[in-house]
């Protein structure tokens, strides 16, 4: 059994920034690429970012590159999601979830672990 503990999410006006984290346990998290994801409201869930087993390959949807950046600490556990200039269309319950494989995919169904998600509301 994984458990993947998401937090960092809040309000932040147009153009801030947040950090969120996952904290994973129950695994050998190292083995295991890791994704972020977000469902807005109304929306299918949609990748935003995600992550290779060591870090070394990473991958951002469009409509986030150059102002969100993934990262992993293996020896602490966790995945981060450094998530700046961020944009009212930027609001929706962020999740972290883990893949079954050391290489991430784009789509959802293909996760076997999620977190219980963590709010990012960005508005004025």
């Known amino acids: 059994q994984v458990q993947l503990v998401e937090s960092g999410g809040g309000l932040v006006q147009p153009g801030g920034s947040l950090r969120l984290s996952c904290a994973a346990s129950?695994?050998?998290?190292?083995?295991?690429?890791m994704g972020w994801f977000r469902q807005a409201p109304g929306k299918e869930r949609e990748i935003v970012a995600a992550i290779a087993w060591n870090g070394s390959v990473k991958w951002y949807t469009d409509s986030v590159k150059g102002r969100f950046t993934i990262s992993r600490d293996n020896a602490k556990n966790t995945v981060d999601l450094q998530m700046d200039s961020l944009k009212p269309e930027d609001t929706a319950v962020y999740y972290c979830?883990?893949?079954?494989?050391?290489?991430?995919?784009?789509?959802?169904?293909?996760?076997?672990?999620w977190g219980q998600g963590t709010q990012v509301t960005v508005s004025s």
């Open positions: 979830a883990s893949h079954p494989t050391r290489f991430y995919s784009y789509y959802a169904r293909n996760y076997n672990y």
């Open positions: 129950g695994r050998t998290f190292s083995n295991y690429a």
